[in-house]
């Protein structure tokens, strides 16, 4: 199984993370010159070998209209004064003044039609737009305001919509099965805002990173921003320390802030995993009120939340009443949402979680042409056996056109 690991020992901001991606890509200019030709007007990457503490990797600059834009906070309408807070915060000095009246503030829908518009796979769009989800929430959950009333002024700006688009078409690229990062240092301390003396992590990246194991380190300041926080918290499996890996390749994202403490740099390792398992919670309930139209709309709710699996069995339930026993399985990341959801949607005042570990076959899709139409066939490989599976809508369509049996249809293709 090919696994990518995130090393973040110093933090984690979009343009290290894409850094330390592109430094193991097996073609990293042919990366760029397709990032540059992808339609997000103005902006420019560069690759550049740079170096933090003696270890060299790799650093990618953004430009937007031949400039780096400078460094601002992540909090959605605020401006702070210090570089703890930007969101490219190792790529400048602790001194700047700076006047944002010329960058424009952008809604989620906004962010989505620009990200529509590009020249990427169907699958970075969609992954970039629910990163910005992701932010948007903790957004909306800071400031008292719903999800669509959120404005985004500097995580929405041009070079972080680069950042993001970049990681998530090098993950793509790059194919793992699976990802896990390590723990996630934030760095300690205060950062001055506009709103005033703010903690460390910052309000919108402590709420982003709930669930995830984080810790302060040595380094006062700010070392993770919203939109490394909310990347590694949207693709990563698993928050632990490195499992064991076969490395075929490792790569460093160095940020060009320097640090007395340690080299500033996110790593990534990708290599083959000693094992398949993938650590997740199985969160139960017992159901003894509940209609089947409302524990199927529960179920449907967990499943647009990101639950890996929702099952129910009938059960035997106190005073001989006939129950149903509800499963979600889901991420250990994604635990605490689903339980939100659980006991929104369902009648239950308790749920059981027990952890456990999953295996599963590399599944991949192709399209194969037929007289009838184009058929998309899942195959699945691993331990041995290959399966393969036509997809069901598909058949149905064939079999609805020429009026015949889904197996009749199946035999056809």
Known sequence: ?????????????????????????????????????????????????????????????????????????????????????????????????????????????????????????????????????????????????????????????????????????????????????????????????????????????????????IYSGTVQGELCTPTGAALLKYFADDFEQMPQIVIQNTGYGIGTKQFAEAPNCVRAVIGESGTDAQNISELCCNLDDMTPEDIGYASQKLFEAGALDVFTVPIGMKKNRPGILLSCLCKLSDRSKMLELIFKHTSTIGIREYKCERYTLDRREEIIKTEHGDITQKISTGYGVSKTKPEYDDIVKIANKLNISLSEARKLI
Not at 31 to 38: C, L, P, T
Not at 126 to 152: C, K, L, P, Q
């Open 1 to 213: 199984m090919k696994l990518l690991y995130f090393d973040c020992p110093m933090g984690a901001a979009g343009d290290m993370l894409m850094s330390a991606l592109l430094d193991i890509h097996p073609n990293p200019q042919k990366f760029i010159d397709k990032m540059n030709s992808m339609g997000l007007e103005g902006v420019s990457f560069i690759r550049e070998k740079a170096k933090s503490s003696g270890i060299a990797g790799t650093h990618v600059k953004v430009t937007v209209n031949g400039t780096v834009e400078d460094c601002a906070p992540p909090h959605h309408h605020s401006h702070a004064t210090s570089s703890a807070l930007g969101e490219h915060h190792h790529e400048h000095t602790h001194h700047h003044e700076h006047n944002h009246s010329h960058h424009e503030h952008r809604s989620l829908d906004d962010i989505d039609k620009i990200i529509n518009k590009l020249d990427i796979s169907d699958k970075v769009k969609n992954d970039a737009s629910s990163v910005y989800r992701i932010i948007a929430e903790a957004e909306s959950a800071m400031h008292g305001e719903t999800v669509v009333d959120i404005h985004f002024h500097e995580v929405g700006r041009l070079d972080a919509i680069a950042d993001i688009v970049g990681v998530c078409s090098l993950i793509e690229e790059l194919d793992p099965n699976k990802i896990i990062s390590s723990p996630i240092c934030v760095g300690f301390g205060t950062v001055h805002a506009a709103h005033g003396i703010l903690p460390v992590p910052a309000p919108a990246t402590a709420l982003i990173l709930k669930d995830v194991p």
